[in-house]
């Protein structure tokens, strides 16, 4: 018998299917040698992920970035085109005709995130709560027709033109309230599974289940993030796994559909947990990085003399917002047009600015150093 679940014949019209009802959760697992290991090396580069975020002066910006990186990626995973450059011009109010005009679908991943972070300081992590974040993430975009926040009532499938030719058909519609309200209650399940195990889990039932219409990948990619701060791994939001999963796209799928497939748990779940451990070693190479730039720049702002007050506060609003126009530094700095574009003048003889547009007016400066760190 697997223990991921079975497949269950079906008839839609003259169409015949079989569609995968997953077991509930938890499956057996074997934690072998391999994945033992792997485990012990992601707890590792958590626990130093944790320690380097208590010693960032503004833990909250670096969060800020990596979230836009996050939500780009884990869209493009989707076939989403826009860029993080993109988001970024998007955020900060700039106009550009050659931004992408599905980057209101990586805005709404943002949204999404923060929404579902925000939540959760006062409700658990809950099936109502993946609803409301469906809900935000496909609001007046692509999907918007396909039952925002809605399970679905309906049988879907994944690939393929017709149901036939389908690649994967997850579980028939009546059965997915039933698989969610499992899921739900494994969120909060006390046994003693390490906690990476238990998302890899949650991850791979939730693809499994696809109680969406649309919007599956990413609504199960923020899961993880959900989980990893509702089981307190992190102190705050630093993990984003969709750099790892984009990387190594075909990877990603093939070893999901494994678990269905081949009943193979543990190959998914090796692959998992190592993407923690390098996702995690990367955010602290990242966040060191941050760091020394953040000494680096700051040093060069202090020696501008009397501007220098002024440049502390724009250096550190670009950290939030490092693409910003003369407009956004009049108000950020207080000060008028003339004073504001000797400022930015300043900062940009010292390497911190960068004119991008070429152009005379509505000119644009991009805190290219920091930047490229989330690239």
């Known amino acids: 018998m697997n223990r991921s679940g079975r497949y269950i ?3 839609q019209g003259d169409a015949e299917y079989k569609a995968f ?8 697992i074997r934690l072998d040698g ?29 969060i800020f970035m990596y979230t836009r990186k996050e939500a780009t990626l884990s869209s493009q995973v989707e076939g989403t085109q826009a860029t993080f450059s993109d988001v970024l011009k998007a955020e900060a109010r700039i106009e550009d005709a050659e931004i992408h005009k599905d980057v209101d679908e990586i805005l709404n991943y943002i949204k999404a995130l923060n929404y579902g ?25 692509r999907g918007e027709s396909r ?25 028939p519609a009546h059965e997915v309230m039933a698989l969610l309200g499992n899921l739900e209650k494994f969120f909060h399940d006390v046994t003693a599974l390490p906690i990476l195990i238990k998302i890899g889990m ?25 989980y990893l ?15 790892f999963f984009k990387s190594h796209r075909q990877e990603y ?54 501007s220098s007050a002024k440049g502390k506060i724009l250096l550190d609003f670009l950290y939030k917002a490092p693409l910003i126009q003369i407009k956004t530094v009049e108000r950020v700095a207080g000060l008028k047009n003339p004073n504001a574009l000797a400022l930015v003048a300043k900062l940009a003889r010292l390497g911190i600015l960068k004119e991008i547009t070429g152009q005379k007016r509505n000119r644009v400066f991009s805190y290219k150093d920091y930047i490229d760190l989330f690239k």
């Not at 009802?21 to 057996?28: A, D, K, Q, T, W």
């Not at 701060?229 to 750099?243: A, D, F, M």
């Open 9 to 11: 014949a079906q008839l």
């Open 21 to 28: 009802v997953p077991n509930p959760l938890p499956f057996e």
């Open 34 to 62: 391999v994945l033992q290991t792997l485990l012990s090396k992601a707890d590792l580069a958590l626990g130093r992920l944790d320690g380097i975020s208590e010693v960032l002066p503004d833990v909250d910006f670096f």
């Open 117 to 141: 972070l925000k939540k959760m300081e006062e409700i658990p992590l809950s099936l109502r709560l993946i609803r409301e974040i469906h809900a935000t993430l496909l609001k007046g975009v």
């Open 147 to 171: 039952c925002p926040g809605e399970f679905r009532r309906s049988q879907n499938w994944l690939g393929g033109v017709t149901i036939r030719t389908a690649r994967f058909v997850p579980a």
């Open 202 to 226: 949650i991850h791979a039932q939730f693809e499994n289940i696809h109680p969406f219409l649309d919007g599956n990948g990413r609504v199960g990619r923020l899961l993880i993030t959900f």
């Open 229 to 243: 701060c509702q089981q307190g791994v992190l102190k705050k939001p630093l993990l984003y796994l969709s750099e």
């Open 253 to 306: 799928y093939d070893r999901l559909d494994a678990v269905h497939e081949k009943d193979d748990i543990e190959s998914w779940l090796n692959f998992f947990v190592e993407g923690v451990a390098i996702t995690a070693d990367k955010a602290v190479e990242t966040t060191r990085k941050i760091l020394q730039l953040r000494e680096r720049d700051l040093h060069r702002v202090m020696g501008l003399g009397k």
